[in-house]
């Protein structure tokens, strides 16, 4: 018994190039596309370890560069803060000099008293001198010097008695004093001793002021051991109240 083969009806040659070039796309998709893929990954990847050492070093330079500069600062600022210890010492420093200079001046104050001390005894001894050779020269005086005058005179002469007796202790500075003149009120116990004097108007000249408070100063230690002569009966009150005496060359 005879058979037929019939495969049936034959593809066309164009569906047959338009197979082979998809079957071709594929081909090159599947094999092309993962090597692209990685060979990118590949790339990226070995750029990214290319320079790990050099980045490394310059990462450590830098920051080896930042901490000696850092330390530098801390140094330099340091240098400026001085140690506890030598705080402690300029501390100690200063206390010893402020101690010397408080010393050095309670020395010059000793010295001060001592010598105004020594000037005070100096003026006593001279007052106490001259007081004796006033009082030898009262005793041979006329008893009332005021005898025979009016009350008003015998005031004038009284005061004038107490300038000139004042003023006898009276040494001239080194200074012009012409034109010079000091106002003082002298207060007297009623024993007729200077117990004070009050400078009511003064010449602006210190050497010269001082001069006269000098004289005063003797005046006043001399009628301890010498009084002054008694004013006229009419005028002791006025007397004990202050005499003012102007005293100028």
Known sequence: MRRSFNPGKEPSFQKIVISSFVLHLIFIAV?????????????????????????????VSD?????????????EKTKKI????????????????????IKDKKKEQKREREETARKLAKIRS???????????????????????????????LYVDLIRQRIWSYWKSPKVDVEGLSVIVEIKFTKDWRIDKYIPNEISNNKLYDQSVFKAVLMAQESSKVSPFPPPPSDYEQDALDGIVITFSP
Do not use: C, F, W
């Open 31 to 59: 094999t092309v596309i993962p090597l692209v893929h990685k060979k990118k990954e590949i790339k990226n990847y070995y750029v990214s370890l290319v320079n790990p050492a050099v980045i490394r070093k310059a990462e």
């Open 82 to 101: 001085q140690p506890v210890k030598d705080i402690k010492e300029i501390k100690k420093v200063k206390m010893a000099t402020l101690s010397e200079r």
């Open 63 to 75: 920051v080896n560069r930042k901490i000696t500069v850092a330390e530098k600062t801390v140094v």
């Open 126 to 156: 001279d007052t106490k001198k001259n007081a004796k050779k006033e009082t030898e020269d009262v005793s041979s005086e006329v008893s009332n010097p005021y005898e025979g005058m009016g009350s008003n005179d015998a005031y004038l």
